[in-house]
């Protein structure tokens, strides 16, 4: 995920006292779980063609996350609010765990 999302998720995690190591681990596994949702999320509203185009974008990415968000941001309608809505059913699935 973008740096502004790595910054959001250790605010509203509560990750921000953690030593450096520790919270860029539990940033990442927020990220990953968050990357995950916002692609089947993302894949729910795709037609055939931007689906062939997406699984093209992703074997070249490799793992360039980076390449994939940029590619889901340009073709999918409201991608900024999966992003917000999926961040905001991560917290509160993970309520209390990282409270």
Do not use: C, H, W
């Amino acid at each position: 995920m973008s740096e502004e999302i790595n910054k959001k998720i250790a605010k509203d995690f509560g990750l921000n006292n953690m030593d450096s190591r520790e919270q860029e681990e539990m940033v990442e596994k927020i990220g990953n779980l968050l990357f995950e949702s916002v692609v089947e999320r993302s894949i729910d509203v795709m037609d055939e063609k931007m689906m062939g185009d997406f699984e093209n974008t992703v074997t070249e990415a490799g793992g360039d996350y980076q390449k994939v968000i940029a590619f889901l941001k340009s073709n999918v309608p409201g991608f900024n609010q999966i992003v917000s809505e999926e961040l905001s059913r991560l917290k509160r699935a993970t309520l209390g765990i990282f409270a």
